[in-house]
């Protein structure tokens, strides 16, 4: 039976097709602190203007995208690319 936190292992970029993992608190931080200063954009070029509670990243940890009221935000234009950060 799958559990409720586990859906989310089945779950995989909608670009690279590559396994999303659960975003840890250290990154999240991180990227709290971005958005906080103004210096993060989503793919599409708008910036992000709230604060994360969760997020998805590629195993590969170039893509992220936001978890909103314990929904994934999977769409393409709509991840936030992490080379914007130096050493994320």
Not at 32 to 57: K, M, Q, T, Y
Request: aromatic content about 4%; charged content about 30%.
């Amino acid at each position: 039976m799958i559990g409720p936190n586990d859906i989310y292992d089945l779950l995989c970029c909608p670009v690279s097709k590559s396994p999303l993992v659960r975003l840890d608190r250290k990154r999240l931080d991180r990227l709290n602190r971005e958005i906080a200063e103004g210096r993060l954009l989503f793919v599409d070029g708008s910036p992000v203007a709230e604060a994360i509670d969760d997020a998805l990243i590629t195993r590969d940890a170039k893509v992220v995208y936001v978890i909103r009221d314990g929904i994934p935000v999977l769409l393409p234009d709509q991840g936030i690319g992490t080379t914007q950060i130096n050493d994320f």
